[in-house]
C-alpha cells in the first residue's frame, strides 16, 4: 500500500526443485509440511494447552481471511477460531429481527454494554433505521466479546477491528477486555498493493455455504465447472463438506476497488498509526514482490499467474492455460503478486517466532 514497505519474507526452496500445485488442498498441505514444518509442530504443541490473540491489519480485500484459513488449514482448526466484526455486525442485523433473538441479545447489552447512548438507539444504529450516529464501538466489543465466549478458550485471528483510528485506543487493550491477561498477542500487518486488490474483487467469487473467496483469474479451485447454457466456467469449491458447491460472483464487484477508496485510506492510516506502537510484537505479510527480487526469494510456482479455460466440446472437459501475471505496485515497479499460500507460510513461520517456539 502507499507508504508502506514490509520486509520480502524468503519462501524459495533450498532443498532441490520441488514443485506443488496450491490450488490442489492435498497438495497444500504437502508444501506447508515442506515449507515450514518444523514451525507447524511447534505451533501445534504451543496450541494443546496455550492461546493466542491476533489482530489482523490489512485493507478490505487485502486476504485477511483467505490467509487466516491456510494457517488453520496447515496446523489444525481445532484450537484456532477466525472472527470476523463484519460478520457480528451482519449477525446482529439479523438478530434484532427476531423476537426471541433479540430479547437475548438485549439481555446481555445489559449486563455487558457501556456507552454514550442506550441499547435501543445502539441497536437503530445497527438496524440502519439511525443513520445520524454511527455504530459505538462499545457495541462492537460487546458483540466481539459474546462471539469469543461462543467459541470458548481457542487461539483467535480478529479480523475488522480497530477499523477506525479512534478505535486504536481499544484495540491496545483487547487482551485484558476479552480475558486472555496472559496469553500472547499480537499485530499482523498486510501489505497488498491496490492493483491486486481492484483485480481480486473484479473477479471475486465466493462459496454461497462456506463463503471462502476464490477468483477465477487468478485464484482457481482444483476443479472447474463448465455451465453449458450461460457457456461460461465457475470454481466448485474444494471443502469436502460444501458438496461440490458452486462459486458465484458477489454482487457490485464489477466497479472493482473504486467504491471502496475512502475505507482503504482509513484502513491504511489505522496501520501506519499501529506501525508506532511498541510493546506488541509485529509479524508483516506482503502479497507481491518486486519482479527483481523473485528468482532470489520464492519458487516460481509460489507467483500468481492468470487463469484462461477452454471448453472441449468432443471430450466434454475443461482446459486450464496459465500466463504470466504482472502488475505495477504502489512504488511504481513492476511486480509478482504472491500465491495466498506463500503469504501463509510467512505467517506461520512469524508466528512460532512472535510465540517464541
Known amino acids: 500500500m502507499k507508504g508502506l514497505s514490509f ?27 515442506n515449507k515450514a514444518g518444523p514451525e507447524i509442530e511447534k505451533i501445534k504443541d504451543y496450541l494443546l494447552k496455550g492461546t493466542f490473540v491476533a489482530i489482523l491489519l490489512g485493507p478490505k480485500n487485502s486476504g485477511k481471511g483467505t490467509y487466516t484459513k491456510l494457517f488453520m488449514e496447515a496446523v489444525g482448526g481445532e484450537h484456532i477460531a477466525h472472527i470476523s466484526v463484519g460478520d457480528i455486525v451482519r449477525g446482529l442485523n439479523e438478530e434484532i429481527r427476531d423476537i426471541e433473538a433479540r430479547k437475548k441479545l438485549v439481555d446481555f447489552l445489559k449486563s455487558r454494554y457501556r456507552g454514550f447512548i442506550s441499547i435501543d438507539k445502539a441497536l437503530e444504529v445497527v438496524d440502519g433505521r439511525e443513520t445520524s450516529t454511527i455504530l459505538p464501538t462499545e457495541i462492537i466489543l460487546a458483540g466481539l466479546e459474546r462471539e469469543i465466549d461462543r467459541v470458548g478458550r481457542k487461539a483467535v485471528f480478529i479480523d475488522g477491528f480497530p477499523r477506525t483510528l479512534d478505535q486504536i485506543s481499544y484495540s491496545l487493550f483487547l487482551r485484558a477486555l476479552i480475558g486472555y491477561r496472559d496469553d500472547p498477542d499480537f499485530f499482523v500487518f498486510i501489505d497488498v498493493p491496490e492493483a491486486v486488490i481492484d483485480e481480486r474483487i473484479k473477479n471475486r467469487v465466493v462459496c454461497p455455504k462456506c463463503q471462502t473467496p476464490r477468483s477465477l483469474r487468478l485464484l482457481r479451485t482444483k476443479e472447474i465447472g463448465y455451465d453449458k447454457d450461460k457457456k461460461e466456467f465457475y470454481l466448485i469449491c474444494d471443502n469436502p463438506s460444501c458438496g461440490g458447491a458452486r462459486m458465484v460472483a458477489k454482487e457490485g464487484d464489477a466497479s472493482g476497488i473504486e467504491p471502496l477508496r475512502a475505507r482503504i485510506e482509513t484502513d491504511v492510516e489505522v496501520m501506519k498509526t499501529l506501525l508506532k506502537l511498541q510493546g506488541v510484537p509485529q509479524i508483516f505479510l506482503r502479497n507481491s514482490i518486486p519482479v527483481a527480487d523473485a528468482e532470489d526469494s520464492v519458487d516460481d510456482y509460489e507467483i500468481t499467474p492468470s487463469y484462461r479455460y477452454q471448453w472441449d466440446e468432443k471430450n466434454q472437459s475443461t482446459s486450464v492455460m496459465e500466463e504470466p501475471w504482472t502488475i505495477i505496485d504502489d512504488e511504481g ?19 512460532a517466532k512472535a510465540l517464541m517456539l
Do not use: H, M
Not at 500465491?339 to 512469524?350: E, N
Open 7 to 33: 520486509p520480502i519474507f524468503k519462501t524459495k526452496s533450498i532443498e532441490g526443485p520441488a514443485k506443488f500445485a496450491l490450488e490442489d488442498p492435498v497438495e497444500r498441505k504437502k508444501y506447508f509440511n
Open 333 to 351: 515497479k513492476e511486480a509478482y503478486s504472491l500465491l495466498p499460500a506463500a503469504v501463509a507460510v510467512s505467517l506461520i513461520k512469524q508466528t
